[in-house]
């Protein structure tokens, strides 16, 4: 096949609805019938498990507050900058850690810790510390692995505060930065300098961080491969250790302030994929290796070891990091938790979200309870997504059951991805094509039994969400 052929295809399954999978099922599928009770179950569960076999988490924090709403943001933001309102939440966020670890009935078994949101840095460094200290109180470890958090480099940092925030002892950074040409930044309401990312950049600061990671996008209005090109460029100088390259979805149907993009001044799928292959070829030729579906990494990069090499990936919402921690703990509002398989989701609007924690409750909107069939299919899904690669017999001896049995009504739809040169496939493994590593969602499609249902209550077997927790404890 040629190069042309292969990009046309490529084009073709772009074109095509598929799932953005940092969670199986997709968030939008999570049942509102999964509530508080629920969780308090599984999570007394894990504790219980725990004083067995040592498990381990991540403590997710959320901070949804921004003082300024970008145009192309998909987060869950409020947009203020009034500092009662930060501290307030400081406090409920602080409550949450405590109503959690109280809940388990023992010292929380955090390996990881990782300040999202919105924008956790418009935070004082005395806030994020103050959290953090809660944090010390309710760790079993005393030294965590991995503390990472997300930088607005416009507001409230310099380079004072990220030392500060390194003798705290967070380990990682990542800068929003999404473009570097001002006629992009002005259409999307984000501006960047070279000059300005520089300064915070110092020899100290690399010095003090173990992954410096830069968050951009490609597809955003008045986006050129040549001003792709600059970006590129001035990403060459500043060489952060990790990049996260998204491809920007306009979706104003979802987001009011998308409205604001004008879909004429957005490039067509043609030239996006075409910025795709460009900055895929240029990363490369800075020595990045690609990682799962859109980061890429370079050697300087404590993780590049066990992410590369070792290819000991895990994939979740907010990117790639090695297997150290297998669920995560979200405290804030709209803070994911994952726990034994389980997914909750806590509520998104604040009134809601204080209002638990004032009663000391979990805060829970919604989430999923996993059968077996779910954690197979999302075992498979996660390996395509993140190695491109599916070793049949993993699953045959760990689920005891026949892989090429279990999966034959996704037969025809493998055959398909084959005879379009998208997979290889043998008895033992399912392999990934040269043109199939620009396809991944869609090969790991393939095995997503809800990619037809449009919401929460179209189980597939008619069952309630609330019903498959006791579908879960006869498995
Ligand atoms: S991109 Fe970041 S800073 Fe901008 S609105 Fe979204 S969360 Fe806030």
């Given amino acids: 096949m040629n190069i042309t052929h292969n990009k046309s295809l490529i084009v073709e399954y772009k074109k095509k609805k598929s799932g953005w999978y940092t969670h199986y099922p997709i968030n939008g599928l999570w049942s509102e019938e999964v509530q508080d009770n629920h969780f308090v179950e599984v999570f007394k569960n894990f504790s219980q498990k725990n004083k067995d076999i040592d498990k381990d988490s991540q403590l997710y924090i959320h901070f949804p507050f921004c003082p300024k709403q970008c145009l192309f943001c998909h987060c869950f933001t409020l947009i203020t900058s009034k500092k009662d309102k930060y501290s307030q939440l400081v406090n409920e966020i602080k409550n949450e850690i405590i ?94 300098t070279f000059d300005e990312i520089k300064s915070l950049l110092t020899d100290t600061v690399r010095g003090n961080f173990r992954s410096i990671n830069f968050d951009l996008l490609y597809g955003l209005p008045f986006q050129s491969l040549d001003s792709l090109k600059k970006t590129l460029e001035i990403i060459s100088w500043l060489k952060p250790t990790r990049l996260a390259y998204y491809s920007f979805q306009h979706r104003p149907d979802l987001y009011r302030h998308q409205t604001a993009i004008n879909s004429d001044n957005l490039p067509n799928i043609e030239l996006k994929n075409a910025m795709n292959l460009l900055i895929q070829d240029a990363l490369k030729k800075l020595n990045y290796k690609k990682l799962g579906l859109d980061h890429y990494i370079n050697e300087d990069d404590y993780y590049y070891k066990d992410l590369i090499l070792k290819k000991n990936i895990e994939r979740n919402a907010i990117g790639y990091s090695p297997k150290t921690s297998h669920n995560i703990i979200g405290i804030g509002p709209s803070a994911m938790t994952s726990i034994d398989g389980h997914y909750f989701q806590n509520f998104y609007t604040l009134p809601n979200y204080s209002e638990k924690i004032s009663k ?45 049995e279990y999966f034959i009504k996704e037969s025809p739809q493998l055959l398909k991805l084959k005879k379009d040169n998208l997979i290889t496939e043998n008895s033992i493994y399912i392999n990934e094509t040269e043109i199939g590593k620009e396809l991944r969602i869609y090969i790991a499609n393939a095995f997503d039994i809800y990619k037809t249902y449009k919401h929460s209550k179209d189980f597939f077997d008619g069952k309630k969400a609330s019903d498959r927790i006791y579908q879960l404890r006869n498995n």
């Fill in 360 to 404: 000391k409750l979990n805060p829970i909107a919604r989430g999923w309870i996993s059968n077996i069939d779910d954690i197979i299919r999302r075992g498979v899904i996660f390996d395509i997504i993140n190695n491109g690669i599916v070793n049949k017999k993993k699953y045959e001896d760990r689920y005891k059951i026949n892989f090429n």
């Fill in 99 to 192: 109503l959690k670890y109280e809940l388990y009935g023992d010292k929380l078994p955090i390996n990881d810790i990782h300040f999202g949101g919105g924008s956790p840095s418009v935070l004082d460094f005395e806030q994020i510390n103050d959290i953090l200290n809660v944090i010390k109180k309710v760790s079993k470890q005393e030294k965590w692995n991995d503390v990472a958090i997300e930088i607005d480099p416009r507001n409230n940092v310099n380079e004072k505060i990220l030392i500060d925030y390194s003798k705290a002892g967070i380990n990682r950074i990542s800068f929003g930065i999404q473009d570097f040409d001002k006629r992009v930044g002005k259409a999307i309401n984000r501006t960047h």
